[in-house]
């Protein structure tokens, strides 16, 4: 994964986070880097427009609260990503007050709506805040892609709507990066594409691996939590392919983004209590290691935070929210270890080293960050008896977080366990469990005659007809072991190609 872990903390809990340090540092911790929020609900206690002129196509704006927020966002590391309107669950849009809402499409005017997305990107250029990120609709889907399939009619609607006001944003800002989620649906790309659909800077989709309360078994949601959406099938184009279909029409390679994503994505019969539970932070965690393997930009969670002692609403009936963390006492359930174990130590740019696993009971994913070998290793079987786990390839002192099953999901106590080990030992845990190893980079001395004045002691290697080449050993990178190699002509162009061991 190319990119730094994400979350989505839920605005509604915007004041009680706002003030909360604990949260804050909880959050920067973890890593996030992409924090989404919903800009125009009046559920959030933040929408900035508080009223809108139809006729004028100019809104009344407060932007107090989002400022505040936004510049917290910043402090902790990560960036917002704004959603600019939502589909309310009856299908109805959830837009400011006063606009309207065109009878012929059951969606906002084009202008009025591009007038209304422009003037967030104005306010956050004047104002000097980088704000990068934007979906002008949550879920769009749902309008134009029914049970039955996708209503081409519709879906040509929500394209002028998108068109107008991707083109009125990037006039004020053609930095900004747009796109809607649900563009990696096979035929939602494929017409957006054909049909002059405006640029998109991302695709995105929603990954929830089970619609309803326990309608998937343990293991069948750890089975959907690589594939579903990550990868190729007949609905979905997979991460690579989206990117790949993409860049075939346009001529532009773009991101992907899981923007908004849980095991569960129940709401009549409440969450799944799973969520909270081990199964629930192995789920993620092989969500996040299939992203990282198959290149996803951003993974976003649902969300950052929720409450356990009061049933507030029927999503608490069962389970205890959508949360990452424990609003009562701010105390993480376990996903939000996974994502600090990943969010602390992976970062732009990190070089993924191969590793394999024995047992399909276990999967792993290793990268380096920062000169320290990552190795995180996630048991996907609830063994009942505690095991013993041995790593090979290690070298020397490993240190080790872990969170299993030793430790129950309801116990005030749950934490990460950390400790030392020696690379040739063992590690005991039980049941479903994710670890993450850290190690020092071993030496790896280059090999006699590497220093040669020319390729005879390389293998593999071809000098194009015509060209003379050196070899030298040097280390123009700044690193322990690389080589710096130059040919005729690059010399004559005045270049030097550097490469890292």
Not at 60 to 74: A, E, G, P, R, Y
Not at 148 to 169: E, Q
Not at 269 to 277: E, F, L, Y
Not at 433 to 454: D, H, I, K, N, Y
Request: charged share 20%.
């Amino acid at each position: 994964m190319n990119s730094d872990w994400i979350t989505w903390i839920d605005s509604s809990n915007e004041y009680r986070a706002r003030s909360s340090s604990v949260q804050r540092e909880l959050a920067q911790n973890a890593g996030f880097r992409l924090v989404r929020v919903f800009g125009t609900s009046s559920k959030l206690s933040l929408p900035p427009c508080t009223s809108w002129n139809e006729t004028a196509k100019t809104g009344t704006w407060d932007w107090v609260h989002v400022d505040s927020l936004t510049q917290m966002i910043f402090e902790i590391g990560a960036e917002p990503l704004f959603c600019l309107g939502l589909l309310a669950q009856n299908m109805s849009q959830v837009i400011p007050e006063g606009m309207a809402i065109n009878s012929g499409t059951s969606l906002p005017y084009a202008d009025s709506w591009a007038a209304y997305c422009r003037e967030w990107v104005k306010h956050f250029k004047e104002i000097g805040l980088p704000v990068r990120f934007y979906e002008t609709i949550n879920e769009p889907w749902m309008y134009f892609y029914p049970p039955a399939g996708i209503d081409s009619r519709k879906l040509d609607y929500f394209k002028d709507v998108f068109n107008a006001a991707a083109r009125a944003m990037r006039q004020e800002n053609p930095n900004v990066f747009l796109g809607f989620d649900g563009s990696n649906r096979r035929g939602v790309l494929d017409y957006w594409l054909e049909n002059g659909g405006e640029a998109l800077d991302f695709i995105s989709f929603h990954k929830y691996d089970s619609g309803t309360v326990e309608q998937y078994s343990s293991e069948e949601l750890l089975s959907r939590a690589e594939t579903y959406q990550l990868t190729n099938s007949s609905y979905f184009y997979g991460i690579q392919d989206a990117r790949e279909k993409y860049y075939d029409a346009r001529g532009k390679w773009i991101p992907v983004f899981n923007s908004e994503s849980n095991l569960d994505s129940a709401s009549e019969a409440g969450t799944d209590p799973r969520i909270q539970q081990m199964v629930g932070a192995v789920w993620l965690a092989l969500v996040l290691k299939t992203g990282i393997l198959n290149g996803l930009d951003y993974s976003v969670y649902f969300n950052f935070g929720a409450y356990a002692h009061v049933e507030r609403s029927s999503q608490a009936s069962r389970g205890v929210g959508f949360g990452m963390i424990n609003l009562d006492d701010n105390q993480p359930w376990y996903p939000y270890y996974v994502q600090e174990m990943i969010g602390s130590n992976l970062a732009v740019g990190d070089q993924i080293v191969e590793s394999t696993s024995s047992s399909p009971d276990f999967r792993s994913v290793a990268w380096v960050h920062n000169g320290k070998l990552n190795t995180l290793v996630i048991c996907k079987n609830d063994i009942a008896d505690a095991f013993s786990l041995k790593l090979y390839g290690l070298q020397g002192t490993l240190n080790y977080s872990k969170i299993d099953n030793s430790i129950t999901w309801d116990n005030e106590s749950r934490t990460m366990q950390n400790g030392t080990m020696d690379s040739t030992g063992s590690l005991t845990m039980k049941g479903y469990t994710v670890a993450l190893f850290q190690s020092l980079m071993p030496a790896m001395p280059l090999e006699e005659g590497f220093e040669s004045s020319g390729f005879s002691k390389w293998t593999g290697t071809l000098i194009a007809s015509g060209e003379t080449a050196t070899v030298s050993a040097a280390k123009p990178c700044g690193d322990s072991y690389s080589v710096k190699f130059t040919t005729k002509r690059a010399r004559e162009n005045g270049v030097t190609v550097r490469a890292k061991c």
